[in-house]
């Protein structure tokens, strides 16, 4: 599995280097931990990774001439689970950002990550609403 996250505009979101920078974050167990690349990226770029992952053929010259960002990758998987980290407020002010909607993050929802679906009932589930019986 590979987590690609990245903002498509960052709607005037100077940071402390330069306006045309965006963030990019990669998570999985192929993705080097606590890495910070210093790789020229752009949308291309994160195409061009999703297309070498599915081995999928590039589709224009852009796609070809982006940076492949091998840099982010390990050949040596890294199955230790991710957790929560709160960011540093000199990267992410985080009650400046919810100003605007005049109310805070709830935190502890947030700390208690997503509800995993329960595989049982969605088992059983499906086997109602399809007529199929399967015994585990």
Do not use: C
Not at 11 to 24: E, K, P, T
Not at 96 to 103: C, G, S
Not at 104 to 128: A, L, V
């Amino acid at each position: 599995m590979l987590v690609i996250i990245t903002e498509d505009d960052p709607q005037g979101g100077v940071d402390h280097i330069d306006a045309h920078r965006s963030i990019l974050m990669m998570a999985g167990p192929y993705v080097k931990k606590n890495y910070v690349s210093k790789t020229h990226a752009n949308f291309g770029s994160i195409l061009k990774v999703i297309y070498n992952v599915l081995g999928v053929p590039y589709v224009n010259q852009y796609d070809i001439t982006a940076s492949l960002l091998t840099d982010f990758f390990t050949n040596k998987p890294d199955f230790t689970p991710y957790h929560f980290e709160f960011p540093s407020q000199e990267v992410f002010d985080w009650d400046k950002a919810m100003k605007r909607y005049n109310q805070p993050i709830d935190w502890r929802k947030i700390k208690q990550g997503p509800q995993m679906d329960d595989e049982k009932e969605q088992r059983t589930e499906h086997n109602k609403t399809s007529g199929t019986i399967i015994e585990n």
